[in-house]
C-alpha cells in the first residue's frame, strides 16, 4: 500500500493533542516533562475541562508549562504551587486546579506547601515528575536524588551521611489523611504511558469530583542532568531509580472504602 | 487474513533527535538521519523502513516533543 | 472595637473573596475575628488559617491571579516572610491587600508597638523594582475604611497594597462606624473588570497566564517600564495626608498612624504654652507627600520628625525639603510609646532652648 494513501484523516489513529501549543518546547532531547505534557494536555482534551481547568506552574525545567499546555495558567514561586492552587481551587469551586512541578520545587523548598495542602485535603492534583536533580540550574542535588548518584552538587555521588537519604514523597504524602489518590508512574514505554496516562486522568476526575487531593509522581529521566543519552537513562532509571521508587498506586480511596 | 499499513509523520523541525522513538518501534521503522540535520541542527528521525510500519504508535507515544503522528489502514 | 477586629469587619463588608492568614501577635484578632464570623455561609468569602505566612501571601496569589479580592494580615517577621510573595505580586501586577500591624524588630523583637517597617513597606521590601500603595491608619475608623480604600486603589492600578498599622492601633478599642455590606463581585463582573484574569480559558478567549518571568530582557525592561508608568500615575493621583494647625506654625511635627495623634496632642498642649506647632500627617507613605510637607514647611523654623523607630520616615521628609529647613528625629525603640509631653520636649530640646 502505497504511502500517501495510508496518510489521509480518516486513517489517523494518533495525533498531535489538540491543547498542545504549537511552540517548540524548551525541554532537552528525550526529556520526560514533553510526554507528562502531552498525556496532561490530552487528558484536559478527553474530559472535556479546558475551559475549566487552571495549572500552577513550578520554577524549574517546567516553569514554562504555560507556554504549551493551552488552559489558565499560573506561574508560582519556587515550591509555592500548592498554596495558589489551594487559593484557586477554593474560590473557584467550580474549576480543576493541577499544579505541575518537579521534585526540587515540591520536596525541598515547597515540602510544606505541599503535605499542608494534602493535609487539608484540597480538590486539586499534584504531578511531580521525580527525576532526582535540579535540571534548570544546572543539575544539583535534588531531595530524590539516589544515594550514590553524582550531580553538580554531590560530584562524588551523593553520600547519606552528609546529605541524608532520598525522599519518597509519595510514600509521605499517602499517609495524610486528605489525599484520596497517590501513585508512582514512569512515561519510558508505551506501557508506561498507558498507565500514567489513566493515573493522570483518575487524578482530575478526583478532584472535579472533589474527593480531595490526589498526587501522581512521575519517576522521569533527565538526560542531561544525568549525563547519559534518553536511552541510557530509561535504562538506568530502570535499574537504580525504580528499585527506590517502586511504580503502581500508593494508596487509593476508591478501593479501600 | 487481515494486513495492517501504517504510516507515520514526523515534523521534521520539531524533532531533537533524542532517538525515544527509534528505540520504541517494535518493527525498526525508525532511524535518526545519520548525516542531515534540522534547522536546529538535529539529527532528525525519519521512517527509514516505512513498509514495515504497523501503525502501532509506539513512536508517538513516546516522543516528548509531539512530533510524530500516526496513520492505520487494515486490508482485510 | 479594636483596629484589628474593625480589619476583619471592613473585609467582610467591601464583598471581600478571600482572607489568608497566620497567627501572629498582635494581628491574631484578625484572622480570629473571622473564623467567628464564619463570612463563608453569608458573603461566600473564604477564610483559611494557612501553615505560614510564606504560604498566606502565595494564596493570596494565587487567589489574587483569578480576579478575587482577597487579603492576608501579619505583623513585622511574617511580613518579612511574605516579601517573596509580595514581589511577585508587584511583578505579576495582581491586585491585593496586605496588612501589617507592626511589631518591634528587628528579628524576634517584641510583640509590642513599633513603626520599624516603614523602609521595608514604602521603599519596596522584596527584591525588584516595585513599591506597594502604603496606607497608614492613626485610627480604628481609618483600619476600617482603609480596607475598601486599599483594595480600590489595589484594583484600579493593578498593584497590591498595604495598610501599614502599629500594635496601637491593631489593639486600641474605638467606636467605629462600619460600611455597609457590599456584595461580592458576580463571575461575571470579574471577567468584565480583570480581563487578564485565570478563570478558565472559556470559547475562542486566547489563555491567560499570570506570570513575573520573562528572559526577554527587552520585554522585560518594558514590563519594567509599564510598572513604573503606574507608579508615577499612583503618585499623582493618590497621595493622602491630614495637614492640621500649619497656617500659622512656626515648627511642623511630620508623623503618620498612632503615634501622630499623640503628636496631636503635644501641639495642642504647646499651642496653650504658645508654641505654633504644625502637623503633617502622611495617610499614604508611598505615594509620600511630598510637596504637602514641601509646603507645609515654607515658613518653619524647625522639623521634627517623630516615629516609633530609629529614624526611617526622616529620609523622605529631608527629601522634601531638600534641606532647606533642619529636620530632627525623635522616636522610641523597643516597643516603647512616647507620651505628648516627650514629643514637645524633644521638640523644644532640638529647635526652641539649644
Given at each position: ?25 524548551h ?23 479546558e ?73 486539586i ?14 543539575g ?13 552538587t ?32 514512569a ?31 512521575i ?20 535499574e ?18 | ?19 525515544l ?22 539529527h ?23 512530533c ?9 | ?6 480589619i ?10 478571600g ?25 461566600g ?33 511574617g511580613?518579612s ?28 523583637g ?45 484594583f ?13 492601633v ?6 467605629v ?67 492640621r ?32 506647632i ?77
Amino acid at each position: 500500500m502505497k504511502r500517501e494513501d495510508i496518510i489521509k484523516p480518516e486513517n489517523k489513529v494518533y495525533s498531535r493533542p489538540r491543547l498542545l501549543d504549537d511552540n517548540i518546547m524548551h525541554y532537552c532531547p528525550g526529556c520526560s516533562h514533553g510526554v507528562v505534557h502531552k498525556i496532561v494536555a490530552e487528558v484536559i482534551d478527553e474530559l472535556g475541562l479546558e475551559e475549566h481547568a487552571i495549572g500552577i506552574a513550578p520554577v524549574g525545567c517546567a516553569v514554562f508549562a504555560y507556554n504549551y499546555i493551552d488552559c489558565d495558567w499560573v506561574e508560582a514561586a519556587h515550591g509555592r504551587a500548592p498554596a495558589l492552587a489551594t487559593a484557586v481551587s477554593r474560590l473557584n469551586p467550580d474549576k480543576v486546579v493541577f499544579t505541575y512541578q518537579g521534585d526540587g520545587d515540591l520536596a525541598a523548598i515547597g515540602t510544606a506547601e505541599t503535605i499542608h495542602a494534602c493535609t487539608r485535603g484540597e480538590n486539586i492534583v499534584i504531578i511531580m515528575i521525580n527525576n532526582g536533580i535540579y535540571g534548570m540550574t544546572g543539575g544539583q542535588m535534588s531531595p530524590c536524588t539516589l544515594e550514590g548518584a553524582k550531580t553538580a552538587t554531590t560530584p562524588y555521588g551523593r553520600r547519606v551521611d552528609l546529605n541524608g537519604f532520598p525522599l519518597r514523597v509519595g510514600n509521605v504524602v499517602s499517609i495524610l489523611d486528605g489525599t484520596c489518590y497517590v501513585t508512582r508512574q514512569a512515561v519510558h514505554t508505551t506501557a508506561a504511558v498507558r498507565k500514567a496516562k489513566a493515573a493522570i486522568r483518575k487524578a482530575f476526575l478526583n478532584a472535579r469530583a472533589k474527593k480531595g487531593t490526589s498526587f501522581v509522581e512521575i519517576v522521569g529521566t533527565c538526560s542531561s542532568g544525568w549525563k547519559m543519552s534518553p536511552e541510557k537513562s530509561n535504562k538506568w532509571m530502570e535499574e537504580n531509580m525504580f528499585a527506590h521508587y517502586p511504580l503502581g498506586d500508593i494508596k487509593d480511596t476508591d478501593k479501600t472504602e | 487474513m487481515a494486513k495492517i499499513h501504517g504510516a507515520v509523520t514526523i515534523e521534521r523541525e520539531r524533532c531533537k533527535g533524542c532517538d525515544l522513538c527509534v528505540v520504541a518501534c517494535p518493527c525498526d521503522v525508525l532511524a535518526l538521519q545519520p548525516k542531515e540535520v534540522n534547522d536546529r541542527g538535529y539529527h532528525f528521525a525519519y521512517p527509514a523502513k516505512e513498509e514495515a510500519c504497523i501503525g502501532c504508535a509506539a513512536c508517538a507515544m513516546v516522543c516528548p516533543d509531539a512530533c510524530i503522528e500516526v496513520y492505520k489502514v487494515i486490508v482485510k | 472595637m479594636k483596629g484589628n477586629e474593625a480589619i476583619a469587619h471592613a473585609a467582610i463588608r467591601y464583598g471581600a473573596d478571600g482572607y489568608f492568614g497566620y497567627p501572629i501577635t498582635p494581628q491574631s484578632e484578625v484572622l480570629e475575628t473571622l473564623e467567628a464570623l464564619m463570612p463563608w455561609e453569608t458573603t461566600g468569602m473564604v477564610v483559611l488559617q494557612a501553615e505560614s505566612e510564606v504560604s498566606s501571601i502565595n494564596m493570596v496569589y494565587g487567589g489574587a491571579a483569578t480576579g478575587k479580592a482577597v487579603m492576608t494580615s501579619s505583623s513585622s517577621p511574617g511580613v518579612s516572610l511574605m516579601q517573596e510573595g509580595i514581589s511577585y505580586l508587584a511583578a505579576s501586577e495582581l491586585p491585593a491587600l496586605i496588612v501589617n500591624v507592626m511589631r518591634g524588630g528587628p528579628g524576634l523583637g517584641t510583640i509590642h508597638p513599633s513603626q520599624s517597617d516603614y523602609f521595608q513597606a514604602t521603599k519596596g521590601g522584596g527584591h525588584g523594582d516595585y513599591h506597594l500603595i502604603v496606607l497608614a491608619p492613626s485610627t480604628v475608623q481609618e483600619m476600617a475604611d482603609f480596607v475598601a480604600l486599599g483594595f480600590d486603589l489595589a484594583f484600579k492600578y493593578r498593584t497590591p497594597s498595604m495598610i501599614l498599622a502599629d500594635g496601637i492601633v491593631g489593639q486600641m478599642m474605638e467606636k467605629v462606624v462600619l460600611p455597609p455590606q457590599r456584595p461580592r463581585r458576580t463571575a461575571e463582573q470579574i471577567k468584565e473588570q480583570c480581563p487578564w484574569a485565570v478563570t478558565g480559558r472559556e470559547g475562542s478567549r486566547k489563555r491567560n497566564v499570570v506570570t513575573s518571568l520573562e528572559l526577554d530582557s527587552a520585554v522585560m525592561e518594558k514590563n519594567n517600564e509599564r510598572f513604573q508608568r503606574t507608579y508615577r500615575e499612583i503618585e499623582k493621583n493618590e497621595v493622602r495626608y491630614e495637614a492640621r494647625y500649619t497656617e500659622d506654625a512656626d515648627y511642623l511635627i511630620v508623623a503618620f498612624g498612632s503615634i501622630a495623634r499623640i503628636c496631636l496632642k503635644a501641639i495642642e498642649d504647646a499651642r496653650k504654652e504658645g508654641i505654633k506647632i504644625g502637623l503633617v500627617r502622611p495617610i499614604t507613605l508611598w505615594p509620600f507627600p511630598f510637596d504637602a510637607i514641601r509646603e507645609a514647611a515654607r515658613n518653619v523654623k524647625g522639623i521634627l520628625c517623630v516615629e516609633i523607630n530609629a529614624g526611617q520616615m526622616i529620609e523622605d521628609v529631608r527629601l522634601a525639603v531638600s534641606d532647606r529647613v533642619p529636620v530632627c528625629h525623635f522616636g522610641r525603640m523597643g516597643g516603647i510609646v512616647p507620651n505628648p509631653q516627650e514629643v514637645l520636649d524633644a521638640l523644644k530640646k532640638d529647635f526652641i532652648n539649644k
